[in-house]
């Protein structure tokens, strides 16, 4: 079956880039997502179709996809950003999320 | 506005069957590309897809779990039933409904707020 691969945790500095990948065999030929989920709320769509953000979605998350890696991009990162993040694709008729990767900023 | 809120019991008992509903508002389960999905999440852990139902009646489902997996629609009363049979101690977790866009890598936007469902004796 299908996996998709996120690193457990991701450390940023405010101000500072995030990054977060998400792996999986091929992935650049299929649409990936990425959802946002702070501590006891619901997930939030942050990235649809590797690089579209849903409207009212800050302009510093952005989304690639090529090859083998998605990866999500949070500019200028600010404290209310710290979350836990899941990428999203599709294989064989199936949803796939990621682990999640629980970013800290600090 | 879209909203959904899921609705069912919070506890039940191993073997039984778990019966959620889903009630949304703000679309129409009619309307071509849209669906509404299923997701859980054990304490602690891990989003876990279970299934999602389309305006033409189109069904998916885990293939871990679709053996014991029913989602069915009314679109008269915006609803979606989640029936699962054999519930398990493990099944205990946060189930969500959220708007599915279909298209070649279906997403969900936005979600509900989620119920928390513990499986124990």
Known sequence: ???LTQPPSVSVSPGQTASITCSGDKL?????????QKVGQSPVLVI????????GIPERFSGSNSGNTATLTISGTQAMDEADY???AWDSNTVIFGGGTKLTVL | QITLKESGPTLVKPTQTLTLTCTFSGFSLSTSGVGVGWIRQPPGKALEWLGIIYWNDDTRYSPSLKSRLTITKDTSTNQVVLTMTSMDPVDTATYYCAQGIRGSTPYFDPWGQGTLVTVSS
């Open chain 1, 28 to 36: 650049g030929n299929k649409y990936t997502c990425w959802y946002q």
């Open chain 1, 48 to 55: 649809y179709k590797d690089n579209k953000r849903p409207s």
């Open chain 1, 1 to 3: 079956s299908y996996e």
């Open chain 1, 86 to 88: 899941y990428c999203q």
